[in-house]
């Protein structure tokens, strides 16, 4: 038994076992996205569910990005058929209501759903404080690089992404978010 | 013997060698025919594209191929950037700029990504020429003696 | 209870298999007769309890124990008995199940079948083998343990994952890909057995190695098309092979057995490659647990991956253990595996083997490196990347056209030597078929290069390796007076390996026409139809008749009735379907294929209305895909004819009336003479 060859053959195979192992520290499925310090995409879209109170806007309006400098934007992507959208419905209407009077407009966004479900999803969960936007062609979604819903984006109050948030994002996390964006601008 | 050699080889790389050439122009992937009402030429250039972007939403699939919504959005979204006069390389740019150097299928042949490439063929290289040198070796050893040390598998 | 029964017999197994292991081992060592003799009963008495622990699973399923952990995971009252019992495969835990339960069937067979062989190396090889049953046993009664506990006892389960209960090809795939994969163990504990018993020096084992080999490889080649073939009748996008990682890790140590299989026979002729063919025996085993750790661990994202957890370390460590131990050994034993003969040339069909093994590895590591691109890319770049199917498509294809000239040249160029004449007349009329294929190609309307590769190479291959059958036949013909059948029959069965192998490319062939066929001249349409409207593709009509619903036990089916015309009559009726499963938040698609020799019509459900009134239908004409198929089932026959031959070996009354089945270097001359 030739032992020299033998450590030299086991020391070549040290790295495939290294990257093996890094591997079983990577989750393939978490990509991240290149959207966070970019300027947020413009868009121009249709209120359909106008939300409640004085957060509400008139079915028909519509909503325009850039009309929004200088304030805080929370976008939220959701459909009917998402069952962990649902998660997270009720502590995004509440830290919509909690942070209007400081600038921030929270505004909901349909994704490859039909507006007739939309609506009815939003009044089986008790409604929704926020107005929800169409995005006809998922042009809107496809311009932030969405992977999937739910997505939660963060728009600076100069117009770029903040902070972009995969999967139901909780009333603690983003009322964090947003009080630090509010205090210095950037996270 | 040199001759009979030389006699296959000239054979085979008449035939083959033009295949990686030709290859440069090729998308990687047979172009498929989608027989629309629309412009045809636009769709092949769409179908072309779209196969080279992948599905976020599926599991590796790529947006040509996938049944998802989504991924018809985005086929859709290809061709009317197409039709506007955009160039392949300015699709492909938005969608790495939205989704990052992931949603390629074939990486950008830039910098480490290179390895991918070229590991297959310095290992045809390399093998090759040990395979040359072993087949010498091996033709000129006397019959039945050990051959020279190896320290080559 | 079946649940203490089950845990119970895998519990006991893993200390046998220990005892087994040390037994065999130590016994070899010591050439101690009685440890031998008790480990090798030992290994029975594993494969006893496990067999009684897996069929103790199968019970609770099928009896639907939702006591069981396992069975609450993939049972239900509502799924189907077919499916039911392949849902032992289905998921992570049920898999290792059956993994063990094949490593020990085999396990037992192999060392059953040599009990009276002389020497130490099937002692070896059973020890070996019980190695690697105890990592498989350590999983299941730790972490993938099957058989815990669920308390209380739910009334029903959520039923196996909707995609595995779409087709019955789940009930072939995997059990042909776990006797293809872990097959690839028995030839491994040969080859690490015949180093440690020292059977290494001369070639004895090799014969054993290589029919195991061509065993399992049988299996895989059979798993890896059945697996093309449910992808395709299932998952709705047309394609039978994505180079998804899972489709990967089963495609990589095919091809290093398959380079085995061909570098074999140099050594058993010449006495060269020693050195190689172990490597390549323990690589294609590394490689079979390096795609479980990938199926299994998460650590690449796929179609088909399981569940993750505490399950990819375990395998981590077993990984580390098997690469180490095994390549070490190879390497420090290198100096023993000296070539012992040498080439009479270089031009020969020796050195035609030799270039096959350099592109099939050359394959392997493009494969390889692929797959494992993305993380390398994370770990250096920290960037995540993407490496698709148009990456492999681009890369292969070079060397899949070089493959296929080997394989008519192979055939061609006699063992030895081959003088210039030679080699031009055995080139020269498979060159002008491929050069007809080519024309015809070009005529037919084929542009791209890689398609006009594939038509003209596969075409030369196919009629050097043809050729083989015409003249082998014809010359018995002439010197018997058979008829062709007989003639075509008696000459294989006078050289079961050789022609076996010819077989097998032949087969090989059909898949690569099939795959090239139905690649170039696909055509695919789209259209929103309402009732009773229709599109045309090719020289069909597609009419949507209705779009019905149907409720099943297990699920809700959404369906639309479509009728088939060509020439205005109807020739069928086909139902692409969606199937909706209480479980999933989006329903399943299982498209409707209508198989012709000629091809199939492929159509998927895309969408439909609410109310039924229209539907959206993507279909697909794809020329000669059934030709993979059957393809794939004329390489399981060559490797039958081949494997026939190991057959005769061990019947020696009928060994003295035939020619002898394996070629042995002294009628090497004969064949050459013949030439």
């Known amino acids: 038994m030739n032992w020299k060859r033998a450590t030299i053959t086991a020391g070549f195979l040290v790295p495939v076992i290294g990257l093996l192992a890094f591997g079983l520290t990577r989750d393939p499925k978490e990509i991240d996205s290149p959207l966070p310090g970019k300027p947020a995409p413009g868009f121009a879209l249709p209120v359909f569910s106008p939300g409640e109170g004085k957060l509400a806007l008139a079915v028909g309006d519509t909503v325009r990005l850039a009309e929004h400098k200088g304030g805080v934007v929370v976008l939220n992507f959701w459909a009917s058929w998402c069952l962990q959208c649902r998660d997270e419905h009720v502590e995004l209407s509440k830290t919509a209501r909690a942070f209007y009077d400081r600038g921030v407009r929270f505004y909901g966004v349909l994704y490859n759903d039909q507006e007739s479900y939309g609506l009815k999803w939003i009044e089986e969960m008790g409604g929704q404080a926020y107005p929800s936007l169409l995005d006809p062609r998922t042009r809107t979604a496809i311009d932030y690089g969405l992977y999937g819903v739910p997505e939660t984006f963060l728009v600076t109050p100069d117009g770029r992404v903040a902070y972009k948030h995969i999967g139901p994002i909780s009333e603690r996390l983003l009322s964090q978010k947003l009080d630090s964006l509010l205090r210095a601008g950037t996270p | 013997m040199r001759r009979q050699v030389l006699i296959v080889a000239a054979m085979f790389a008449c035939v083959i060698a033009p295949v990686p050439a030709t290859a440069q122009r090729d998308t990687g992937?047979?172009?498929?025919?989608?027989?629309?009402?629309?412009?045809?030429?636009?769709?092949?250039?769409?179908?072309?594209?779209?196969?080279?972007?992948?599905?976020?939403?599926?599991?590796?699939?790529?947006?040509?191929?996938?049944?998802?919504?989504?991924?018809?959005?985005?086929?859709?979204?290809?061709?009317?950037?197409?039709?506007?006069?955009?160039?392949?390389?300015?699709?492909?740019?938005?969608?790495?700029?939205?989704?990052?150097?992931?949603?390629?299928?074939t990486p950008k042949a830039t910098g480490f990504n290179l390895v991918v490439y070229l590991a297959p063929l310095a290992f045809i290289l390399i093998g090759g020429a040990i395979v040359w040198r072993t087949v010498r070796r091996w033709t000129t050893a006397a019959p039945g003696s050990p051959a020279d040390r190896t320290s080559s598998r | 209870m079946t649940r203490l029964l089950g845990s119970g017999s895998l519990v006991v197994a893993l200390g046998v298999a220990i005892y087994a292991a040390l037994a065999l081992l130590a016994g070899a060592r010591r050439k101690r007769t009685d440890l031998l003799r008790s480990g090798e009963l030992a290994l029975y008495a594993v494969w006893g309890l496990v067999t009684t622990a897996t069929l103790s699973m199968v019970y609770a399923l099928v009896s639907h124990d939702f006591s069981v952990k396992y069975v609450a995971m993939v049972g239900s009252r509502a799924t189907p008995l077919f499916y039911t019992v392949i849902s032992l495969w289905g998921a992570l835990e049920g898999s290792i199940l059956f993994w063990i339960f094949v490593l020990t069937s085999l396990s037992a067979l192999v060392t059953y079948q040599n009990r009276d062989r002389q020497g130490t190396l099937v002692p070896y090889a059973?020890?070996?083998?019980?190695?690697?049953?105890?990592?498989?046993?350590?999983?299941?009664?730790?972490?993938?343990?099957?058989?815990?506990?669920?308390?209380?006892?739910?009334?029903?389960?959520?039923?196996?994952?909707?995609?595995?209960?779409?087709?019955?090809?789940?009930?072939?795939?995997?059990?042909?890909?776990?006797?293809?994969?872990?097959?690839?163990?028995?030839?491994?504990?040969?080859?690490?057995?015949?180093?440690?018993?020292?059977?290494?020096?001369?070639?004895?084992?090799?014969?054993?190695?290589?029919?195991?080999?061509?065993?399992a490889w049988m299996f895989l080649s059979a798993a890896i098309i059945a697996g093309m073939w449910w992808s395709y009748e299932v998952l709705g996008w047309g394609g039978y092979w994505a180079w998804d990682p899972v489709e990967n890790a089963s495609f990589i140590p095919w091809l290093t057995a398959t380079a085995f299989l061909h570098s074999v026979m140099v050594q058993e002729r010449r006495g060269l490659l020693k050195l190689w063919n172990l490597n390549l025996i323990v690589a294609t085993f590394a490689l079979t647990i390096l795609g479980t750790f990938l199926t299994r661990s998460g650590v690449l994202s796929s179609v088909h991956a399981f569940s993750e957890g505490p399950i990819g370390r375990y395998f981590l460590g077993f990984i580390t253990i098997v690469l180490i131990s095994s390549f070490a050994l190879v390497a420090g034993n290198s100096e023993r595996l000296r070539p012992t003969g040498n080439l009479d040339a270089a031009v020969s069909r020796e050195s035609v083997f030799l270039l096959n093994n350099l592109f099939l590895t050359a394959f392997t590591i493009t494969v390889l490196v692929g797959t494992l691109f993305p993380l390398?890319?994370?770990?250096?770049?920290?960037?995540?990347?993407?490496?698709?199917?148009?990456?492999?498509?681009?890369?292969?294809?070079?060397?899949?056209?070089?493959?296929?000239?080997?394989?008519?040249?192979?055939?061609?160029?006699?063992?030895?030597?081959?003088?210039?004449?030679?080699?031009?007349?055995?080139?020269?009329?498979?060159?002008?078929?491929?050069?007809?294929?080519?024309?015809?190609?070009?005529?037919?309307?084929?542009?791209?290069?890689?398609?006009?590769?594939?038509?003209?190479?596969?075409?030369?291959?196919?009629?050097?390796?043809?050729?083989?059958f015409i003249d082998g036949a014809a010359a018995r013909r002439r010197a018997h007076g058979e008829s062709p059948p007989v003639a075509l029959a008696r000459l294989v069965g006078g050289n079961r390996r050789r022609y076996g192998g010819y077989i097998a490319h032949l087969g090989v062939l059909t898949v690569t026409l099939g795959i090239g066929a139905s690649s170039t001249f696909r055509a695919e349409r789209e259209a929103t139809l309402k009732k009773g409207e229709t599109m045309a593709i090719g020289p069909?009509?597609?009419?949507?008749?209705?779009?019905?619903?149907?409720?099943?036990?297990?699920?809700?089916?959404?369906?639309?009735?479509?009728?088939?015309?060509?020439?205005?009559?109807?020739?069928?009726?086909?139902?692409?379907?969606?199937?909706?499963?209480?479980?999933?938040?989006?329903?399943?698609?299982?498209?409707?294929?209508?198989?012709?020799?000629?091809?199939?019509?492929?159509?998927?459900?895309?969408?439909?209305?609410?109310?039924?009134?229209?539907?959206?239908?993507?279909?697909?004409?794809?020329?000669?895909?059934?030709?993979?198929?059957?393809?794939?089932?004329?390489?399981?026959?060559?490797?039958?004819?081949?494997?026939?031959?190991?057959?005769?070996?061990?019947?020696?009354?009928?060994?003295?009336?035939?020619?002898?089945?394996?070629?042995?270097?002294?009628?090497?001359?004969?064949?050459?003479?013949?030439?």
């Not at chain 3, 490496?387 to 000239?405: Q, S």
């Open chain 2, 29 to 105: 992937r047979v172009a498929r025919r989608i027989e629309t009402a629309a412009d045809s030429v636009l769709e092949a250039r769409t179908t072309a594209l779209a196969s080279e972007l992948r599905c976020p939403v599926c599991q590796g699939n790529s947006i040509q191929d996938s049944p998802s919504e989504l991924a018809q959005q985005m086929r859709d979204l290809i061709r009317d950037q197409l039709r506007a006069g955009r160039t392949p390389d300015e699709v492909r740019a938005y969608f790495v700029d939205k989704y990052g150097e992931w949603i390629l299928l």
């Open chain 3, 126 to 215: 059973g020890g070996v083998l019980m190695m690697i049953s105890i990592f498989f046993l350590i999983m299941l009664v730790g972490p993938a343990n099957p058989f815990g506990l669920v308390s209380p006892t739910p009334a029903d389960g959520p039923g196996p994952n909707p995609l595995l209960q779409n087709h019955i090809l789940m009930g072939v795939h995997p059990p042909l890909l776990y006797l293809g994969y872990v097959g690839m163990s028995v030839p491994f504990a040969f080859g690490i057995g015949a180093v440690l018993s020292g059977e290494i020096e001369n070639d004895g084992w090799i014969r054993l190695t290589r029919k195991w080999s061509l065993v």
């Open chain 3, 540 to 675: 069909f009509t597609v009419r949507l008749d209705d779009v019905y619903r149907r409720d099943e036990p297990q699920r809700m089916v959404l369906a639309a009735g479509v009728t088939i015309l060509k020439g205005g009559r109807e020739v069928g009726r086909m139902e692409p379907r969606m199937n909706f499963y209480p479980t999933q938040d989006q329903p399943v698609p299982t498209p409707s294929v209508r198989t012709r020799p000629a091809g199939d019509l492929y159509i998927n459900l895309q969408a439909f209305a609410q109310d039924g009134s229209n539907a959206t239908l993507r279909v697909i004409q794809e020329p000669l895909v059934p030709w993979i198929w059957a393809g794939g089932m004329i390489v399981v026959l060559g490797a039958l004819v081949s494997l026939g031959a190991g057959l005769k070996e061990r019947l020696p009354a009928r060994a003295a009336v035939r020619a002898p089945a394996a070629p042995r270097p002294a009628t090497a001359a004969l064949e050459e003479a013949a030439r």
């Open chain 3, 376 to 468: 390398v890319a994370e770990a250096i770049r920290g960037v995540k990347v993407s490496v698709g199917e148009p990456f492999f498509n681009r890369m292969t294809l070079p060397i899949c056209t070089a493959l296929l000239f080997l394989m008519g040249v192979g055939p061609a160029l006699p063992w030895r030597a081959a003088s210039g004449d030679v080699v031009k007349r055995q080139l020269l009329p498979p060159t002008v078929v491929a050069v007809i294929a080519l024309v015809v190609s070009l005529v037919i309307g084929v542009r791209s290069p890689y398609a006009l590769a594939a038509f003209s190479f596969g075409a030369f291959a196919l009629a050097a390796n043809a050729r083989e």
